[in-house]
């Protein structure tokens, strides 16, 4: 499995596709940062305006700036990673062939592209702690303002929880590549899954209360909304393990299936 | 054909379809240890389907595939099988050498392993020169001895090579009937496909030929140079030779 995680890594990072969605990852995440940084301080000039220290007291870095920007790029990895996906599995049907005959067991190229996938989005995930550490390192407090206060555990579990979200939305997306033969085919299919499955809680209207309850625990949203906000609990981290292995799974039958 | 000799990899009755239609309808073919069996038929006969069989990626409709008395889909026969299918398999965007030490850690080869094997193979196939570069700028000649170190890895005990000598210059051709040789010296049983009989003049020990889908004719070298010179003499329009 080694092997192959080291194998995807290489190619994927030497490549064009992974040079292009390194660069795209950054300019959004930079965009999206400066957008919600610009609002931030607008809000702490009105509130410091009013003169209400309680309102002041209010603006948390790390519940409205931080948790904010990693809230609207999670939606990035909405299209990162059926892109992704199909960069992993798109193998010419002989290599394909090639390795399912050469590795011990189709669990083995599964599992090294998936974890290859996971290296890829953790590492993305991961950059974004750069701006938690711009933020404490250059962020100037307003006058009279505390300047920003950033909680070093909220953003670990924020950025690990943009991770895990990101690695199940991969896993998804490695399903759809698996089983289907035509990379573009398998990126559109694992696309729509992903954007239906994220928005699951907006059916609410649709269904009862009751099956709306089961819709939102099913979507990734409200784990990540939790998470976010450095609140990880028990099930959630069931939830985010659960929905990997499973789609693991998944991926490692449809690679076997391949064998027909 | 090679009643003496326990066969190492053996398919009896293959028999597989591909969308609707059947690419296989009765394939016997066997190999054994130091004998090198050539593969005849002509394009689309199946001998290439019957190959993916044989290496395991592929699990037919019908019939039985054993190698060293495991199931071809089993690790343990698969380890034992070096497949060069007739494209080789190999990444436009790692070098050669990343190529091979990847196709040999995915065998499972320990890094020691992988520096002893990977060292006389580069130097055995004449890769040495192009080691350090990228495989998508290979020539197609070059990507096929690529493909071929791949199959070699591993030491393993049963050969499949997918019409092995296409793209290859006449030296190149030379180079890997002598390395074929010297494989069988060793022991290894190799099953080489082809539809150039020619090209397998001098080099096989038995012939297995397939003609749509269905083994029609599977027998010693000797008896094949009988069988041709008999129907040569009879003047009959389609004697083995006429398969290119």
Same mark, same amino acid.
């Given at each position: ?38 609002? *931030? ?96 390192? *250059? ?40 089983? *289907? ?80 | ?111 020691? &392993? ?16 192009? &080691? ?53 010296? &060793? ?13 397998? &003049? ?43």
């Amino acid at each position: 499995m080694t092997a192959l995680l080291v194998r995807e890594l290489r190619l994927l990072v030497t490549s064009a596709t992974g040079g292009v969605l390194g660069a795209v990852w950054a300019l959004c995440v930079a965009a999206l940062f400066l957008v919600d940084l610009t609002a *931030f301080e607008q809000a702490e000039q009105r509130a410091l305006a009013l003169g209400d220290p309680a309102l002041v007291a209010l603006l948390d870095v790390n519940d409205l700036l931080l948790s904010s920007v990693l809230g609207n790029v999670v939606v990035l990895l909405l299209f990162f990673a059926p892109l992704l996906a199909m960069r992993l599995f798109a193998d010419d049907p002989t290599t394909r062939d090639w390795l399912l005959h050469a590795a011990p067991s189709a669990t083995t190229v599964g599992l090294g592209k998936l974890a290859a996938g996971v290296v890829i989005v953790a590492g993305l995930a991961g950059s974004t702690l750069a701006l938690p550490a711009l933020l404490a390192v *250059f962020g100037q407090p307003a006058a009279g303002g505390t300047g920003p206060v950033v909680d070093v555990a909220q953003a670990v579990v924020a950025t690990g929880t943009l991770a895990a979200c990101g690695a199940c939305f991969v896993a998804v997306a490695c399903v759809a590549a698996a089983v *289907f033969d035509v990379p573009l085919a398998a990126g559109l299919v694992a696309f729509l899954v992903l954007v239906a499955w994220w928005l699951l809680p907006s059916t609410v209207t649709l269904v009862g209360p009751d099956v709306a309850r089961w819709l939102a625990w099913a979507s990734p949203s409200s784990h990540l909304e939790r998470g976010l906000r450095g609140v990880l609990d028990g099930g959630d981290v069931v939830w985010f393990v659960g929905t990997f292995v499973s789609a693991a799974l998944a991926t490692v039958l449809g690679l076997a299936r391949g064998r027909r | 054909m090679t009643a003496a000799l326990a066969p190492v990899a053996a398919a009896r009755g293959l028999r597989h379809a591909w969308a609707g239609s059947s690419a296989l309808v009765d394939v016997d073919v066997e190999v054994c240890a130091g004998r090198i069996t050539g593969f005849l038929g002509r394009n689309g006969a199946g001998k290439s389907t019957t190959l993916r069989i044989l290496a395991g990626v592929v699990v037919p409709d019908g019939g039985t595939v054993v190698v060293g008395g495991w199931s071809a889909h089993d690790p343990r026969a698969r380890a034992q099988i070096g497949w060069a299918p007739e494209e080789p398999a190999v990444a436009d965007g790692l070098t050669v050498r990343e190529q091979l030490t990847f196709a040999a850690r995915l065998r499972g080869l320990s890094r020691r &392993e992988v520096t002893a094997q990977l060292g006389s193979l580069l130097s055995s196939l004449d890769l040495t020169s192009v &080691e350090a570069r990228l495989c998508g700028a290979l020539s197609r000649g070059t990507r096929r001895r690529v493909g071929l170190a791949m199959a070699l890895l591993g030491q393993p005990r049963v050969l499949l090579l997918d019409e092995p000598t296409a793209g290859l210059d006449p030296a190149q051709v030379a180079a890997l009937r002598a390395l074929l040789l010297q494989k069988r010296q &060793e022991g290894v049983a190799i099953l080489l496909s082809s539809h150039v009989v020619a090209e397998l &003049e001098g080099l096989i020990d038995d012939v297995v030929v397939l003609a749509r889908g269905r083994t029609v004719c599977a027998v010693d070298r000797a008896a094949l140079s009988r069988a041709v010179a008999a129907v040569a003499a009879d003047g009959a329009p389609n004697a083995p030779g006429g398969l290119a």
